[in-house]
């Protein structure tokens, strides 16, 4: 198994940052895949952004510009930094990574609370 933890979420102004962190522990070898999604109130989960253990990142076009993921997928950390937050990014956000192993396994953090308001 592989555990998910997520830190940093909370309530910023519009226009503000956050920076989330997600740390992997368990049975991380073999994952190769680490990223965000995120789910808002009656919305399906939707990605955000990942990040590949060779360095790709692949963004959400919402989130373009304004939000930067980071990390060691070989060390099994992540971070998502979210600059010119907008009222519409309130959501859950989860960490997420996968390892194939024949095929395709997701591992979900237990999500943290971002809220943007005035």
């Known amino acids: 198994q592989v555990q998910l933890v997520e830190t940093g979420g909370g309530l910023v102004q519009p226009g503000g940052s956050l920076r989330l962190s997600c740390a992997a522990s368990g049975s991380i070898f073999g994952i190769t895949v680490m990223g965000w999604y995120c789910q808002a109130p009656g919305k399906e989960r939707e990605l955000v952004a990942t990040v590949t253990s060779g360095g790709s990142t692949d963004y959400a076009d919402s989130v373009k510009g304004r939000f930067t993921i980071s990390g060691d997928v070989a060390k099994n950390t992540v971070y998502l930094q979210m600059n010119s937050l907008k009222p519409e990014d309130t959501a859950v956000y989860y960490c997420?990574?996968?390892?194939?192993?024949?095929?395709?396994?997701?591992?979900w953090g237990q999500g943290t609370q971002v809220t943007v308001s005035s």
């Open positions: 997420h990574a996968r390892k194939y192993v024949g095929y395709w396994y997701h591992y």
